[in-house]
């Protein structure tokens, strides 16, 4: 197999597991949220789930930049292949 054509299925393994990874994110971001909501509700203490919400987000927001840095390589490796 051309190293090229190797190179291009690694990133596009890679993306597929970054979506993967986008959305588990999503979601954990959805559950965070909804027990903050609660807890806000029951007049408890919601800061600590805060906290961890501002983390997921930002992990998450990390995770989308990789991805655009996944698609990017792939489009780069797909010019290559390209006859011209």
Do not use: C, F, N, Y
Not at 25 to 40: N, P, S, W, Y
Not at 49 to 68: C, G, I, K, Q, V
């Amino acid at each position: 197999m051309h190293s090229g054509t190797a190179e291009l299925e690694r990133e596009q393994l890679a993306l597929a597991k970054a979506d993967r990874d986008i959305a588990a994110g999503e979601d954990r971001i959805r559950d965070q949220v909804a027990l903050a909501d609660r807890l806000r509700e029951k007049g408890e203490d919601s800061a600590r789930a805060e906290r961890l919400l501002d983390l997921l987000r930002e992990t998450l927001a990390a995770w989308e930049t990789h991805r655009e840095l996944i698609v990017a390589r792939i489009a780069e490796l797909e010019a290559r292949r390209e006859p011209g």
